[in-house]
């Protein structure tokens, strides 16, 4: 994958990545680079293998072959608190039944940095506190995480992961079940955060728009990586997605536009 110049083993890496299950490839020898500080879109279809991938970046799953590495050091080498202290992740769905106010939730970010039973540090609220003012949430600190709409369920769940301090953000179908306003509102927010984001996105105007990147996994193989304007083509949309679709690039827009075609 192109982009900013990096130092070698700088990051969250994974190299050539094989996740079978029960006989079947989820994920097949896929390598991800993503330049520090850029917003990095998966693409592909429903079972491509996007939130596989995210959870074997995450840790959450362990390669078959391959390996995920963080500064050059294999995750399997690294405590999951270690790990947690750089990588967030914002999963599709959250919920608890448990009565939580926003900034509760936001404090859970602060878990791996404690020790149990031990009291907040003036670093750990300083951290909520960042975090709530990043994601516009100062002001619903004290309110009932229940009573939220969806997308803000999406944002403090984004401030959640921020609290943790991370370096790296692994979001998979953040905008799932949010209005347009929502969708762009979050990704706008994502794509001005001084992290590195990887993203599992189903909308491709949406990866056009925000990402700087894109990989397109197809039956969990890498189809094609690059810019959106590189990647995102009549071609490829009809091989992988198997519709038919107009891209367009205006000159007043640095990035492409979809429009898909009936029949």
């Known amino acids: 994958m192109t982009g900013r110049p990096h130092a070698a083993g700088c990051g969250l890496r994974a190299d050539r990545v094989t996740r079978a299950a029960a006989g079947h490839l989820l994920v097949d020898g896929v390598s991800l680079s993503p330049p520090p500080g850029a917003t990095v879109g998966l693409l592909g279809p429903n079972g491509s293998g996007k939130s596989t991938l995210l959870r074997l970046l995450a840790g959450v799953l362990a390669p078959t072959s391959g390996v ?50 031990t009291l907040p540090t003036p670093e750990d609220e300083e951290a909520v506190r960042e975090a709530l003012l990043r994601t516009g949430l100062a002001d619903r600190a004290a309110q009932s995480w229940h009573t939220l709409s969806g997308g803000e369920r999406q944002r403090v769940q984004i401030a959640r992961a921020l609290a943790q301090t991370p370096r790296e953000l692994l979001l998979d179908e953040p905008t799932n079940h949010l209005d347009i306003q929502h969708q762009l509102d979050l990704l706008a927010l994502v794509a001005d955060l001084p992290l590195t ?10 990866a056009a728009m925000f990402c700087d990147h894109v990989l397109v996994l197809r039956e969990g193989v890498t ?9 995102i083509t009549e071609e490829l949309i009809a091989k992988v997605y198997g519709v038919r679709a107009e891209v367009t690039h205006h000159p007043a827009e640095p990035h492409p536009s979809i429009r898909f075609l009936r029949g």
Do not use: C, F, K, M
């Open 197 to 206: 984001s990887v993203i599992a996105l189903h909308d491709l105007n949406l």
């Open 68 to 117: 995920v590495t963080l500064d050059g050091d294999p995750l399997r080498e690294i405590g999951r608190r270690t790990v947690a202290r750089r990588v967030a992740v914002v999963d599709q769905d959250a919920t608890t039944q448990v009565e939580l106010s926003v900034e509760e939730v936001v404090r859970l970010g602060r878990i791996p940095h404690r020790r149990a039973w």
């Open 223 to 231: 189809y094609a990586s690059g810019t959106p304007a590189e990647v």
